[in-house]
Nanobody
Framework: RVQLADSGGGSVQAGGSLRLSCVASGDTKSLIYMAWFRQTPGKEREGVAQIERQTGERIYYADSAMGRFTISQNSAKDTVYLQMNDLKPEDTAMYYC??????????????????WGQGTQVTVSS
């Protein structure tokens, strides 16, 4: 069984930064990709960034995150980070860590992510 514990959300002003963390535990050997998604009320959960766990490569960002967010992992490969800089009010959402046990059929394919964290709220004020 895999458990994901995400944290690091908070309230910041526009232009500020936050770093989200996701600690994976349990049968982590089965995990192939790690990712961050976000969701606002009434909208679909959307992908933000993903990383291949074994190599730390094959990084992909959604257009909304490109140039402002950075996904990374620690050397033990059990913690994934999302560094978010230059935050904007439209980044306000619940952010979820996710893990897949297979390579996504396309970048940030939500259907391939089978393990989810409980979510951490990010609120950006103007």
């Amino acid at each position: 069984r895999v458990q994901l514990a995400d944290s690091g959300g908070g309230s910041v002003q526009a232009g500020g930064s936050l770093r989200l963390s996701c600690v994976a535990s349990g049968d982590t050997k089965s995990l192939i990709y790690m990712a961050w998604f976000r969701q606002t009320p009434g909208k679909e959960r959307e992908g933000v960034a993903q990383i291949e766990r074994q190599t730390g490569e094959r990084i992909y960002y959604a257009d909304s995150a490109m140039g402002r967010f950075t996904i990374s992992q620690n050397s033990a490969k059990d913690t994934v980070y999302l560094q978010m800089n230059d935050l904007k009010p439209e980044d306000t959402a619940m952010y979820y860590c996710a893990a897949s046990v297979r390579r996504p059929i396309y970048p940030l394919a939500k259907k391939n992510y089978v393990h989810w964290g409980q979510g951490t709220q990010v609120t950006v004020s103007s």
